[in-house]
């Protein structure tokens, strides 16, 4: 499998460069002894409780944990870097576990067992061969629970989707064979490494003998220039890095001549915007449509079906695909295919064929057409943000009667937060004590673009609040940006 195939690596290639950083080149054999370091120290620290919360930024040691994790066979909970020590605190004893490793040296909890990553590269080891010799009994081919991602349904609860390391294995694998990509394949990591994208991409380098590049952001400049000069053959994108190609005009993309796959992912692409970028590229141009739980469902090659542009694409080999209670010939996508989920955690198998959750059809080619979401799920430059949450914390604070969050359609993230509040009925609560509140209960991904003060949230016949109506403005609206701390606080001081 993926760590077989890593070992064997080493052993061939001992000097072949594996991981490309922003500021360095790591060879397999360096990152052979990254890997050693974390197993020795991962399996001392993490016994009978195999299950271990990261929450990093991307790195090479990122990366080795992976490796590390999969060899030990130690379940891992990846979550965004910058969620706070109380959703934590909370998603660690969810999960029961305490045990989460961070570069954060200012995070402490009394409850949790937080390692920093700086101590791994402090235990001064020797042989380490002989870490990875003793434990041999670890190579073994019995399937375990490997990562569990986080993601939720059409309820707005959060689940929890296990996905063994046989099913990370399948996955890559199918990419691999799928584009007929071949040995020694040089991908890139543009997205934080809980997004199932960017593990991915570090497997399919790995299978493959290959290199991968991790940015630790996104940036276009930074894109082109390391493509370019260390000759990247094939990159997985969110649809939201493609809509910065259209708005550039300051590089020149078909002098990427090693480029052979461009794919896009995690949200679909309009019609025009296929073919603009299809006269920027002279590479393969993808979409892909899937989930978490199915994977890769269809692809779409701009190229050789222009026809079809405004489709998804047609069923992956091993696919199937039922649209279930149709109405107006549109009905839920339901999903089969080799490379499924397991399951999710603390509850029962799943079923046959997976509810997607999404809406669509199929037409007489076979071509896959998504029409929407019937869930309430904000998808922002592909990372799922989870209204519920949003909204149970906000009503925690006796300043709001209640809140409710949506998305708004925009064109260059996708979709952008939304919040209507009604505050309590008391004139001493001014919106300034309210913002603050926001400001400070909220993840920074978590915050709200747009927040509409009304007296009122409209609602259905079952007295749930209808959402649909809130696509329209009501009361007074205010706009910040989410990462721009000192406009929000003059913001602030402004609503007196």
């Known amino acids: 499998?993926?760590?077989?195939?890593?070992?064997?690596?080493?052993?061939?290639?001992?000097?072949?460069?594996?991981?490309?950083?922003?500021?360095?080149?790591?060879?397999?054999?360096?990152?052979?002894k990254i890997f050693s370091e974390l197993v020795f120290f991962l399996d001392k620290k993490i016994l009978k409780n195999k299950r271990l919360i990261i929450a990093l930024d991307n790195s090479e040691k990122n990366l080795a944990i992976y490796l590390a994790c999969m060899f030990l066979k130690i379940t891992i909970f990846p979550i965004n870097k910058n969620t706070s020590l109380e959703d934590i605190e909370l998603y660690a004893k969810e999960i029961k576990t305490k045990f989460v490793i961070t570069e954060d040296i200012s995070l402490n909890s009394k409850i949790l067992k937080i390692f920093k990553l700086k101590n791994v590269s402090k235990l001064n080891i020797k042989n380490y061969n002989k870490i990875i010799s003793n434990k041999k009994n670890f190579l073994s081919n019995k399937e375990f629970d490997f990562i569990v991602a986080?993601?939720?349904?059409?309820?707005?609860?959060?689940?929890?989707?296990?996905?063994?390391?046989?099913?990370?294995?399948?996955?890559?694998?199918?990419?691999?064979?799928?584009?007929?990509?071949?040995?020694?394949?040089?991908?890139?990591?543009?997205t934080p490494m809980y997004h199932s994208l960017a593990q991915r991409l570090f497997f399919i380098s790995i299978i493959s003998g290959g290199y991968v590049v991790i940015l630790k952001k996104f940036s276009l400049e930074k894109w082109f220039k390391f493509v370019k000069s260390y000759r990247v053959n094939f990159s997985m994108l969110v649809s939201t890095h493609l809509r910065q190609f259209l708005n550039s005009k300051n590089y020149n993309f078909k002098l990427l001549k090693n480029l052979k796959n461009l794919i896009s992912s995690s949200d679909s692409i309009s019609r025009k915007e296929k073919e603009l970028l299809s006269k920027k590229f002279s590479?393969?141009?993808?979409e892909i449509y899937g989930t978490s739980e199915t994977a890769t469902i269809s692809n779409l090659n701009i190229f050789k079906n222009k026809s079809n542009l405004s489709s998804v694409g047609k069923l992956l080999d091993d696919t199937k695909v039922k649209i279930k209670n149709k109405k107006n010939g549109i009905g839920e996508i339901y999903c089969k295919n080799s490379r499924l989920f397991k399951g999710y955690?603390?509850?029962?198998?799943?079923?046959?064929?997976?509810?997607?959750?999404?809406?669509?059809?199929?037409?007489?080619?076979?071509?896959?057409?998504?029409?929407?979401?019937?869930?309430?799920?904000?998808?922002?430059?592909?990372?799922?943000i989870y209204p519920l949450e949003i909204e149970t914390k906000i009503k925690r604070n006796n300043l709001v009667k209640e809140c409710a969050v949506i998305g708004e359609p925009n064109s260059y993230f996708g979709e952008i937060i939304k919040m209507f509040v009604v505050p309590i009925n008391n004139k001493k609560i001014t919106r300034k004590k309210i913002m603050s509140y926001?400001?400070?209960?909220?993840?920074?991904?978590?915050?709200?673009q747009k927040i509409n003060f009304t007296s009122f949230l409209p609602r259905n016949s079952l007295g749930k609040i209808n959402k649909l109506k809130l696509k329209k403005p009501q009361g007074s609206q205010i706009k910040y940006k989410t990462n721009s701390m000192k406009k929000y606080l003059n913001l602030i001081n402004q609503l007196k």
């Open 283 to 286: 590479c393969n141009l993808h």
């Open 438 to 448: 926001i400001y400070n209960s909220l993840n920074e991904y978590e915050k709200p």
């Open 150 to 190: 986080l993601s939720s349904g059409t309820t707005g609860k959060r689940k929890k989707i296990i996905l063994t390391d046989n099913c990370k294995f399948k996955r890559a694998q199918h990419t691999i064979n799928y584009y007929k990509l071949g040995k020694k394949i040089k991908t890139i990591i543009c």
């Open 1 to 32: 499998m993926i760590i077989k195939s890593f070992l064997k690596s080493v052993k061939l290639y001992p000097k072949q460069i594996a991981i490309i950083t922003e500021t360095k080149k790591i060879t397999y054999l360096e990152l052979y």
């Open 345 to 384: 955690l603390g509850s029962s198998k799943k079923n046959n064929f997976f509810a997607t959750g999404d809406l669509g059809y199929l037409d007489r080619k076979g071509f896959l057409y998504f029409v929407g979401r019937n869930k309430d799920i904000i998808k922002i430059s592909g990372m799922n």
